[in-house]
């Protein structure tokens, strides 16, 4: 699979889904896309800088041990949801703010935050198991 | 005119009302669970604070279910609705006595478990996550104990089936591989079927909240698609909680993984099976249950029956245990087959079975996990769980022998211990209920298991040291058990402190039952009369 | 159409619990993985099929302009693909550790948990 051309394209490729996964995300709230799609785009963009370039610069350059991604962005889904209990409203309510930030009007809401949430839990928990399948290959 | 309409649309879509404190305690359990288990994924490599955050996870969650548990016991039924959308479309926690109860025995075993296993569990195998995973199960276990939709409780038994997973493989063994084969494909298989009732369920009815269902059940004209449905899931169910004929996943494998890992499985997974099966089929599907009632007590009867010889036929105390834990299962599916509950009439049978069938599961929750963990301790003192070779653990570590001996004798279900009560509500309901030759079932099953105890005690504990494995062989022996096994044992404060724990549990229980049979018949009354449960998913938008 | 799908659906259950029934485990492994896709179809169909415009409000709007698709047996077939997903994986490296471990995938001749050769136990001392 480590042809020159894969090798050279995939550091490209991978950048580009990743920051198509972040597009994905973001749009989700009111448009097809959402936190698990994202998840997965930016997953298997990670498995083939995997497969082109093997696990050891994947892992570098995740920089966090993906199961750590999926624990931190799990607590941040709970949070999220868990913030509802401050306003006296039920679990996981949606509450939104609209901060002006340089001129812009920013919709920060805990959805957006629950939905960054998921997306670390599906980047980090996909890519332990599609990085352990490709380490694999190798022995 | 846009923001109007979307605050009328606002007002009809969600629920108003603010919520108090205490009412988040309805979803603290989760919570607790997946921060805590959310955190110790995160430093998995420092596996010396393990336990340090472990243990006070543990506490919390068992705090939380404590407080579930004074509001449902002192409020009625609890729900919170996700999102703060209206029932029936919104995803709902609901708490009732029963769901409060068994979330509170199961954070009660698991702090027990948590802390046998700080002692019990070696570097290498927490840093493979043993207890994130142990969090991802209890959190999977409370979530199926207090949520009020059926779609959301097939998503916590696979929520506690992945912990399960990978509790299960902890250590590779060829055993456990062997044992984890089985029990994956079968489990897998089992909860699929519940997907596919839960399919049939939503066709028929297009609603997937309980109170709902029940509601709707009860005002249905033909019945019999409902049949389908009670009978699809009586037997995803008993997979679960391994009623016969679908047993023979549990003895291949819950003796494989270590001896905290079986604790909790033989305590808690089972009796997520049979909390289901009475929540589904006697609450949402009454009429249709008592229809089927004389299939569901001979399924019962083989149960027991099954579970009390296989018991009598081990000669290791781990397989012995399995079947143990089978039997009990048999004893907590009698409540299924009484006649059903009628206003006016009485209904003695099934309200005094019930709270019978409810404290019978606490007391095995409880006893299930405390003889794991003893037969763990035993297994590390005599350095192998055989009964071939096992003996002499009397007068070596009496008080050891002591607490074992009590457990061995609450699982029969002798007096004065926590297995008495239930049997004595089992028997009288079935008597009343006109089933006479289950009563007897009972108490043969009950006699049997007494025996198959009576020997495992005899064996392991009260006769000298069998010569044939003495001296040499056993200490080669030794080295290998040691590694496998690493139970602590009991002069190791760790483990003491737990089975001494869950052991006070039984003696109170059995000496002292009033105040559990309160709870229990609470419980009871809640299921038989669902017009709480549903009054609290409803309130004010009915 | 419901009809079309209830004999799709009843094909793949055939298959599937066919290949369920097999001693080898990879053949068990592709029975689970079509017993996930049939049970998906089934839950697609007990929804009933009924307008085929996605469930999305345009901009603007605040009620769906047409009839739109029922959204939740969509929404409960997408939870219940992540999890077969899941557990797909756990079975897949579970089945090759135990081949490579155990040497063999006959679930016939797995029997390390539970030796045949047992005997009976002490019946006495």
């Known amino acids: ?139 | 005119m846009a923001t109007e309409s979307l605050s009328a649309l606002k007002a009809e879509a969600m629920t108003q009302a603010s919520v108090a404190p205490i009412d988040y305690a309805v979803i603290m359990p989760v919570i607790v669970c997946f921060l805590f288990g959310a955190a110790l994924l995160m430093m998995r490599k420092k596996v010396a604070w393990h336990p340090i955050v472990a243990i006070p996870g543990l506490v919390c969650l068992l705090a939380a279910d404590l407080a579930l548990l004074w509001r449902v016991a002192t409020g009625g039924p609890v729900t919170m609705m996700m999102g703060g959308w209206k029932p029936p479309f919104g995803i709902a926690f609901t708490a009732d006595m029963m769901g409060a109860i068994f979330v509170t025995v199961a954070g009660f075993v698991a702090l027990c478990a948590g802390i046998y296993a700080t002692a019990s569990v070696p570097g290498s195998e927490r840093r493979y996550g043993f207890f994130p995973f142990l969090f991802l199960m209890m959190g999977g276990v409370s979530g199926a104990f207090v949520t009020g939709d059926i779609f959301n409780l097939y998503v916590w038994f696979e929520v506690l089936l992945i912990g399960s997973f990978g509790l299960l493989i902890l250590g590779s063994q060829h055993e456990q591989l062997d044992g984890a084969t089985k029990y994956c494909f079968l489990n897998l298989v089992g909860t699929t079927l519940f997907l596919i009732a839960t399919g049939y369920l939503y066709g028929i009815f297009g609603t997937l909240n309980m109170a709902d269902i029940a509601e709707k059940a009860k005002a249905m004209e033909d019945t019999t698609p409902i049949f389908t449905l009670a009978v699809l899931y009586f037997v995803s169910f008993s997979m679960k909680a391994a009623a016969f004929p679908l047993q023979s996943w549990l003895p291949a494998s819950y003796h494989t993984p270590r001896f905290v890992t079986s604790a909790l499985f033989a305590g808690l997974l089972t009796k997520v099976g049979v909390y289901a099966a009475i929540r589904v089929l006697l609450m949402l599907f009454p009429p249709e249950r008592a229809e089927m009632a004389p299939l569901f007590a001979w399924v019962a009867a083989l149960t027991m029956v099954f579970g009390a010889f296989g018991a009598l036929a081990q000669s290791d105390l781990r397989r012995f245990l399995n079947y143990a834990v089978i039997v009990g299962i048999g004893n907590i599916m009698v409540v299924l087959a009484l006649p059903a509950a009628v206003p006016g009439e009485g209904g003695l049978a099934m309200s005094v079975g019930l709270s019978g069938a409810i404290l019978y599961a606490v007391h095995s929750i409880v006893v299930m996990t405390a003889l794991y963990l003893a037969a763990g301790v035993a297994a590390h003192l005599a350095g192998t769980s055989s009964l071939h070779e096992m003996g002499g653990l009397w007068r070596n570590n009496p008080l050891f022998a002591a607490v074992m001996l009590v457990l061995l004798f609450a699982v029969s279900g002798l007096p004065p211990f926590s297995g008495f009560w239930p049997k004595v509500a089992l028997v009288r309901a079935t008597i009343a209920g006109d089933l006479p030759w289950l009563a007897a079932s009972i108490l043969v099953s009950g006699f049997l298991l007494t025996i198959a105890s009576a020997r495992v005690f005899a064996l392991g504990f009260w006769r000298p040291l069998p010569a044939a494995s003495a001296a040499d062989t056993r200490a080669e022996k030794n080295a290998i058990v040691a590694e496998r096994f690493t139970a602590a044992g009991p002069e190791k404060a760790l483990s003491a402190i737990p089975l001494l724990a869950l052991c006070s549990f039984v003696v109170i229980a059995g000496v002292w039952p009033q105040w559990l049979l309160d709870l229990t018949d609470a419980a009871a009354n809640g299921i038989i009369d669902p017009a709480p449960y549903i009054t609290s998913v409803f309130g004010g938008v009915r | 159409m419901e009809v079309a799908l209830c004999f799709v659906v009843a094909a793949l259950f055939a298959v599937a619990l066919y290949l369920l029934l097999s001693k080898h485990i990879i053949r068990m492994l592709l029975g689970v993985v079509l017993l996930g896709n049939a049970v998906n179809l089934l839950i697609f169909t007990n929804g009933r099929i009924g307008p085929i415009a996605p469930p999305i409000i345009p901009d603007g709007a605040e009620v769906p302009l047409e009839a739109v698709a029922n959204p939740l047996p969509q929404a409960l077939i997408l939870t219940a693909i992540v999890i077969s997903f899941s557990f797909f994986a756990f079975l897949l490296v579970l089945a090759y550790r135990a081949y490579q471990d155990l040497q063999t995938d006959d679930t016939d001749r797995m029997r390390v948990a539970e030796p045949e050769d047992e005997g009976l136990p002490p019946l006495g001392y």
């Open chain 1, 1 to 139: 699979m480590r042809t020159i051309i894969f090798r050279f394209t995939a550091p490209y490729l991978t950048s580009l889904m990743v920051l198509f996964s972040i597009f994905v995300l973001l749009r989700g709230h009111n448009e097809p896309g959402g936190g698990f799609i994202g998840g997965l785009i930016a997953a298997s963009a990670f498995a083939i800088y995997g497969i082109a370039c093997g696990v050891a610069p994947v892992r570098r350059a995740l920089y966090f041990h993906p199961m750590t991604l999926a624990g931190g962005g799990l607590i941040l889904a709970v949070l999220s949801g868990v913030l509802s209990i401050v306003f006296g409203i039920e679990f996981l309510t949606g509450l939104w703010a609209f901060p002006t930030f340089l001129g812009t009007e920013v919709a920060l809401s805990t959805p957006l935050f629950f939905d960054i949430g998921v997306y670390l839990v599906v980047v980090g928990a996909i890519s332990t198991i599609a990085l352990a399948l490709e380490e694999r290959e190798d022995d």
